[in-house]
């Protein structure tokens, strides 16, 4: 993929991303948080150190703690994910997302060594 940017993340801890990621495209937050508010296409990938917040739909790759973070979550107003990855443990879009969150705001999170999709109320 094509890396659009990879930023060190500001002083504040979060790099904010205000413009829609196509496909191929790729966004690395290295240290920190990465707050998305426009639509990630499938295709593009959201990498962050820390958290993922995408206030859009998330129809390509979230990756959450990239570099080993068991605690990160990824968060969207519209899952439809093609990958959710947090620590290296993944789920892709082969296994269809559970009724209850699929294009519903939801968050990713590790339950022991597993990816858990809950809803947001």
Known sequence: ????????????????????LRSGQQVYARGGDVVVTAIVSFGAEVIADGNVHVYA????????GARGNTEARIFSTCMEAQLVAIAGIYRTNEVPLPE????????????GKKIAIDAIP
């Open 1 to 20: 993929p094509q890396i659009v940017r990879e930023v060190s993340v500001p002083a504040n801890g979060t790099l904010l991303i205000d413009k829609p």
């Open 57 to 64: 739909p998330l129809r390509g790759k979230a990756i959450a």
């Open 100 to 111: 209850p969150v699929l294009g519903k705001p939801a968050q990713v999170r590790l339950d």
